[in-house]
């Protein structure tokens, strides 16, 4: 028997982190593929207007250092730093860079670096706003997701209130994400009851049903249906969402399975 408490997170809980209690979280790795997705943004957005890549190319630089920025106050080693500074000597913010070389210096460094993070977040919220375009949520996606995970894997609620400042806007930017893509989130906002197999959520009408599977399924990879009577697919996060035109209850159905494995119906409502 192994009474080694810091084994789940392979004997490096300042690096690694385990909040279910399961497996070890690489929170360096997170922080890199959330921040390069955001850096190379030009690979993802080449099918949107020309208006749309520009706005979007100069908020995704302002994402990408927001991420490598609140990464290194949680990751102690140099690289979320040293990383901003080059984006920042990239986009001839050499003040920003002056910034992020502060902040390789503990404590003193995540003191520089608050005053970028304000900005950065707002970048966020703008291209949040974008994101309810159906086309560019189709587009940003993966990174959104990325994102989203990331803020919900930090323990920002658990913070010093020194920080508050610095945290309570990045609590209601995981939170706002949250309602745009998260399939849990956006499902339990809807009325129904618990079946047998799980939640039972139910909608007015085939409109309201349509626009609901546009949103859950944006941005989604088809799968091969296999002997399901419909379309399967998979979203960024593991969720894989099916819709049939024929259920029991009469009418298309949405059937979505959780990564954690929940399976929740969604059917028009009986009138």
Known sequence: MDFNLYRLVFNAPTVYNDPSGLAGVDLAKKIQDTAEFFRDIGNHIKNLPPDTRAKIADLALDIAQLILDIGGIFEPTPFCDL??????????????????????????????????????????????????????????????????????????????????????????????????????????????????????????????????????????????????????????????IRRRLESRSGGPTLDITLPDGTYIKVHIKKQ
């Not at 920002?156 to 745009?180: F, Q, S």
């Not at 949103?215 to 091969?224: E, I, K, M, N, P």
């Open 83 to 240: 990383t901003s500074g080059a984006i920042s000597v990239a986009r001839g913010d050499f003040l920003g860079a002056l910034s992020s070389g502060l902040s390789v210096v503990p404590y003193l460094g995540d003191i520089a670096k608050f005053g970028k993070i304000g900005k950065y977040i707002k970048s966020a919220e703008t291209l949040l706003n974008l994101a309810r375009d159906r086309a560019v949520l189709s587009a940003l996606r993966p990174g959104l997701t990325h994102l989203y995970e990331l803020l919900k894997f930090l323990p920002l609620e658990k913070t010093p209130k020194c920080l508050d400042e610095v945290v309570a806007p990045l609590i209601k930017l995981r939170d706002e994400l949250g309602k745009l893509i998260d399939p849990r989130i956006i499902l339990d906002a809807l009325p129904g009851k618990i079946g047998k197999t799980g939640p039972i959520k139910e909608v007015p009408n085939v409109q309201v049903l349509d626009d609901l599977w546009d949103l859950l399924s944006c941005g989604a990879g088809q799968l091969d249906s296999g002997t399901y009577p419909g379309v399967v697919k998979q979203l960024p996060d593991g969720t894989i």
